[in-house]
């Protein structure tokens, strides 16, 4: 079905069951408990982690699948950014022309990049893509300031022309939409002392990551995606079989950029804003950690990741000293003040230190990242039948030599 | 006129004349070897022949058409495929992937944007993959790693990745260096039983001659750089003259 085996056909239609389904099982704790903080279902992350979901699925179809370790993949996220917001600024609200213009950039600068940089393999690949994304950052930052409004960002204003759209007599900024339908309106349900959100934007972003996974998916399946894993393999034996590995490569390369700049376009499509920071180094490992958080060159890893970091960010980052305190205020202040001083170390702003400790954990007990985890758990459910290691080969390294 | 036409070859690196005036001709069907003791320059002709190296004088014609300056996989699309002296598979894929990889080269030329179509739906591919692989009876391990092969399983292979491209010639770059006198003599007897199943046409390049004496067909040895005699292996055996270049590793002659 869908050009899908059976097996993968039931894989998709659980991953599209879960993202409808995800603003009432991100919402698992009742309003007004104590829990409720930790509850992930409003529309804001949900947004977030679906897009970052397409960013990290298409960068695995490069990292995961050839091993080419790009660190220079948020520039294409950022012009995406930049391409959508001029499509609202001079087009139409409509974030259709946006989307589609987005993947475009994304792709076409990718394609440059992607041209000069693969001329080299391994660590100077990872390098020059750090450099040409550096060097998209300080163009955004301050040399392109006529197209990207510089440090304060690209943003809308009344003034601009929107060609397509009727006038706009109301004075405030208008919203995104598709076709009419708001992004950012929001149908609330309470139930069972609940309150589940249920907004557009959340699910533009959700069908679109399932379509994108999907395709992913084909990708993985595909006698394109044999090669891929090829060019990890041995590009040598590539070569003495009549296959240049280049144009794979560059291909790969095109197509991830092309998911980043359609993460990047739904990006402002959600939050119609675009800044130089989207493009810096931080966020190009951002993408990095998902995908080997999650597990490099699985299908379901990259998504993990980009949940994973994105709940963290979004939730232990708001674990505040004054929420810690409250946790801790059984104990006596002799012993609550210094554990609320450790705590509040790895929370609120300082929850990269547990996002550090984690990755930390994970590249060295579980190479595989959170899929091996998974892996490992349900393994230990059916060991007897399949305790077989010559079946299971040790992981190839990520990186193409 | 052969398959394959080395005339005049030369290659010089700095003040090391590696290769010079070699002349050589592989007819069509047949098993051409070519040994040398050490530093004769076999390893610089052969890479001459696949496009690693651009010789410096002379030309290599192969069917016809000359091969200088172009790109190994513009070269094995021609016709040629290579056999490793440490074999050279995709660790990471299964056994049939391996082969089956070889097959889409063929069929689709050196790069093809297939990413909407299904590996497993490529019925032809698949069919003449494990017929290849139940050839060279290796048809039971075709979902294993290849990574995992033990040394001459990968160098089986090897030979299958090449043979199921049916190509017009079949250069085999020390196919037992290293190798333990029983892997040696199974690989022997696995190019033997190539020969006599199917039509090839193979040049090995080989230092010992043991390994070539009953599968070739012609043999030139190669001495520092340029070839000595050309003859049946019958006749190379008693030759002096290749007594003399192998003088120091007399007993490889014997």
Known sequence: ??????????????????????????????????????????????????????????????????????????????????????????????????????????????????????RRSGIYFSILTLAFAQMSFNLAYSVLTPLTNGETGLQLALTDPRVLDAANNSGSL???????????????????????????????????????????????????????RAVKSNQNRMNYTGLSPRPYTL???????????????????????????????????????????????????????????????????????????GWFSALPHAIQDPL??????????????????????????LPGGLVEGGQRIGGLFRRRKTDDPEHHPKRAPHVAE | MGILEVKNVGK??????????????????????????NGAGKST???????????????????????????????NQM??????????????????????????????GAFRMHAFERVKAEAGILEQAEKMLSDLRMLEKAHLHAGTLSRGDKRRLEMAMCLVQEPKLLLLDEPTAGMARADTNNTIDLLKEIKATRPITMAIIEHDMHVVFSLADRITVLAQGTPLVEDVPENIKGNPKVREAYLGETQDAE
């Open chain 2, 79 to 108: 016709g040629i495929s290579r056999v490793f002296q440490t074999p050279e598979i995709f660790g990471d894929l299964t056994v049939l992937e391996n082969v089956m990889i070889p097959c889409f080269a063929r069929r689709d």
């Open chain 1, 340 to 365: 609320v001083w450790l705590a509040a170390r790895f929370t609120g702003e300082g929850w990269h230190l547990t996002l550090g400790v984690l990755f930390m954990l994970v590249v060295i007990f």
């Open chain 1, 174 to 228: 208008p919203d995104t939409a598709l076709f009419g339908l708001a992004m950012n309106s929001t149908t609330k349900v309470e139930m069972l002392g609940r309150v589940f959100q249920f907004n557009v934007g959340y699910y533009v972003c959700g069908l679109i990551s399932v379509l994108m996974f999907y395709v992913a998916l084909r990708i993985f399946r595909s006698p394109f995606g044999m090669m891929l």
């Open chain 1, 251 to 325: 291909a790969a390369f095109v197509i991830s950029g092309m998911y980043a700049g359609l993460a990047g376009g739904l990006m402002a499509s959600m939050d119609p804003l675009a800044g130089a920071e989207r493009m810096q180094w931080t966020a190009s490992g951002e993408v990095v950690l998902m995908t080997i958080l999650g597990g490099a060159g699985t299908m379901l890893g990259p998504v993990l990741g980009a949940g994973f970091i994105k709940y963290f960010e979004n939730i232990f980052s708001k674990i505040n000293e004054t929420v810690l305190h």
């Open chain 2, 12 to 37: 010089r690196f700095g003040g090391l004349q590696a290769l010079s005036e070699v002349n050589l001709s592989v007819a069509e069907n047949t098993v051409h070897a070519i040994i040398g003791p």
């Open chain 1, 1 to 118: 079905m869908l050009g899908l085996e059976r097996k993968d056909f039931v894989f998709l239609i659980v991953v599209l069951a879960l993202t409808l389904a995800a603003p009432i099982l991100l919402n698992p704790f009742p309003e007004n408990s104590a829990l409720a903080q930790f509850n992930a279902g409003y529309p804001d992350l949900m947004q977030r982690i679906a897009i970052f979901a397409i960013f990290a699925v298409g960068f695995n179809i490069l990292f995961g699948l050839t091993g080419y370790l790009s660190f220079g993949h948020a520039a294409f996220l950022g012009a995406g950014s930049y391409a959508a917001m001029w499509m609202f600024k001079l087009l139409s609200m409509n974030i259709l022309p946006a989307i589609v213009l987005s993947v475009l950039i994304g792709g076409l600068f990718s394609l440059l990049i992607g041209y000069v940089s693969l």
């Open chain 2, 45 to 75: 002709l052969l890479n001459c022949l696949v496009g690693k190296l651009i010789p410096d004088t002379g030309s290599v014609l192969f069917d016809g058409k000359s091969v200088l300056g172009r790109k190994p996989h513009e070269i």
